[in-house]
């Protein structure tokens, strides 16, 4: 029993902080009840913020949001890719943006990335969020000489709406 209870303040206090990371300024108690599940991983965007796939094979980051930070709606993300020796990656790769909204256990619509050509730069349009919530954006890379193996590197971010 007692053990259950020390889980349960263990979640609340989780919960709680995850919300507070999320505030913008406005009052989290007026947010849909559907934007209080999985808040807790969500991140705070920044220009540059980067994540890196197991054993750091490839990182990904995110050079240019619009709107920034995400937000729910179709959002456009000018991402860079490299390599782990910190080099750019312009080919070789197919790079789809998943975003998955842990939780409800949905997606919306995966985007494929386009490659610039240079600098190890991608664009990807119409990432849709397509409701308020915690969002997974969801970095899957697979190399064209070995598409059995998946890269992943995940950011979360909440959309207010
Ligand atoms: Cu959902």
Not at 30 to 38: F, K, L, M, V, Y
């Given at each position: 029993m007692r053990r259950i209870s020390t889980l349960f303040i263990l979640l609340t206090t989780l919960a709680v902080t995850g919300l507070a990371a999320c505030?913008?300024?406005?009052?989290?108690?007026?947010?849909?009840?559907?934007?209080?599940?999985?808040?807790?991983?969500?991140q705070t965007y920044v220009q540059g913020i980067s994540a890196a796939t197991p054993e750091g094979t490839y990182t990904v980051a995110i050079s240019e949001a619009t709107p920034a930070p995400p937000d729910k709606g179709l959002n456009t993300l000018m991402l860079t890719v490299t390599d782990a020796g910190g080099n750019p990656v312009d080919g070789g790769i197919t790079l789809v943006v998943e975003p998955w909204m842990p939780a409800h256990g949905h997606g919306s619509t995966n985007v494929t990335a386009t490659a610039r050509?240079?600098?190890?730069e991608w664009d990807a349009p119409?990432?849709?969020?397509?409701?308020p919530g915690a969002w997974e954006f969801r970095m899957l890379i697979t190399e064209d000489a070995d598409t059995a193996t998946e890269h992943k590197a995940v950011f979360t971010f909440c959309a207010e709406g």
């Open positions: 505030d913008d300024g406005e009052t989290p108690s007026t947010a849909p009840a559907d934007t209080s599940d999985g808040t807790e991983n969500c050509g240079s600098n190890g119409d990432v849709n969020l397509i409701m």
